[in-house]
């Protein structure tokens, strides 16, 4: 997630359980572009044990090219292309989302993308721009240029983060597809994972704002996955949490006033999950000092009553849609997946591959 899922957020999550892997922020690739200095200090500082998939954002296909060779000269996973990106901004320019509605350019660029790169290329995708017509035409695209995995985040570009996530599509490429597919959008707790897993046949879940709000998700899935019961945070752990991220977030050079705002940004995923009334957020998002920020979280979470951090103001029932997937053809979350082999600068083998971007 741009300015939020960075170096320091990563370093920070794999405290609580880190991902399979990680995609950095979006390198911005247009015909007088270089590689951003922070976004590459991800990547070259990151320990080596870190799978880093570098994703870019663009439409000017040598620049692209040009980008991706230059990024693959560093330790890195994968390229990954970025067709998701709802921001109204983004999507004017023709880029991210916005490319959604030039179904030919995104042939082009994933074709030029396949003859230049020798390491594995990857997208990131919704399920069309206003409507998921064209859809199934995409998922053709894709198998047509061999990309070698794909996430779907399974709501429009126009859904923006609201209305219905429609994980029977995420199945639909499962299905149509032999590259790993990995789902998408709203799982807010393991349970909901496991069971998105388990409905859709996709070989991993990737978490975004989830993971900012609840960093013990990853743990939490993979206990479930291995039959345990998975640990939920307490307030005191939660304030931990917090204070530990706002000693996280801070740059050299920075004012204080624009550190607290930098807080800010994360505190917009995570105080709904403290606070479903929205009095935590109302009351964080004014504080104007460190100290105000340091009183106004001992205040709220100075106790050790359990949280579950969803999204919502109750944790969402389970995801209980079996007309998704044929049970004979579900996947089932004890099987290994060639996904580590595909990206080989990590530890190895791992079950069901979490992803945090």
């Not at 390491?119 to 070698?148: C, H, M, Q, W």
């Not at 959008?185 to 909901?192: A, F, K, R, S, W």
């Not at 990853?218 to 949490?241: H, K, L, N, W």
Request: aromatic letters at 6%; hydrophobic letters at 40%; a positive charge.
């Amino acid at each position: 997630m741009q300015d939020i899922t960075d170096l320091a957020f990563w370093n920070l999550q794999a405290d609580y359980g880190e991902a399979d892997l990680v995609y950095t922020p979006y390198f911005r690739v247009h015909a007088t572009s270089r590689l951003n200095r922070t976004l590459l200090g991800s990547i070259t500082q990151s320990p080596p044990h870190r799978r880093v998939i570098a994703q870019i954002i663009g439409e000017d296909i040598p620049s692209i090219v040009r980008t991706a060779l230059e990024l693959q000269q560093y330790r890195i996973a994968a390229i990954d292309l970025n067709l998701g990106c709802p921001a109204p901004i983004v999507c004017r320019k023709k880029v991210g989302g916005g490319l959604l509605r030039i179904r030919d350019k995104i042939d082009a660029i994933l074709a030029a993308l396949r003859s230049a790169v020798t390491i594995p290329l990857t997208v990131k995708t919704r399920l069309g721009y206003d409507s998921t017509e064209a859809f199934v035409d995409l998922l053709e695209l894709f198998r047509k240029n061999s990309i070698d995995l794909l996430t779907v985040h399974a709501r429009t570009v126009k859904d923006m983060y609201g209305g219905h996530v429609q994980y029977d599509l995420i199945s639909e490429a499962v299905r149509k597809l032999s590259c790993p597919v990995l789902a998408n959008g709203d799982i807010v707790n393991p349970q909901q994972g496991l069971d998105i897993l388990s409905c859709t046949g996709a070989h991993g879940l990737m978490v975004g704002r989830g993971a900012i709000r609840n960093p013990w998700i990853f743990a939490q899935i993979r206990a479930m996955v291995a039959g345990r019961s998975p640990i939920y945070p307490t307030g005191r752990e939660m304030r931990d949490y917090l204070l530990h991220l706002q000693q996280s977030v801070r740059w050299a050079g920075g004012t204080e006033h624009q550190h607290v705002e930098r807080m800010k940004k994360h505190l917009q995923f995570i105080g709904p999950g403290i606070d479903p009334s929205g009095l935590f957020l109302h009351q964080i998002l004014r504080v104007r000092t460190v100290a105000e920020f340091d009183r106004v979280v001992h205040q709220w979470l100075d106790h050790r009553k359990v949280l579950p951090l969803s999204l919502h103001s109750e944790d969402p029932p389970a995801i209980s849609v079996p007309h998704l997937m044929p049970e004979e053809k579900r996947e089932k979350p004890s099987r290994e997946l060639r996904i580590p082999e595909l990206f080989s600068h990590g530890t190895g083998p791992s079950k069901w591959p979490l992803e945090v971007r």
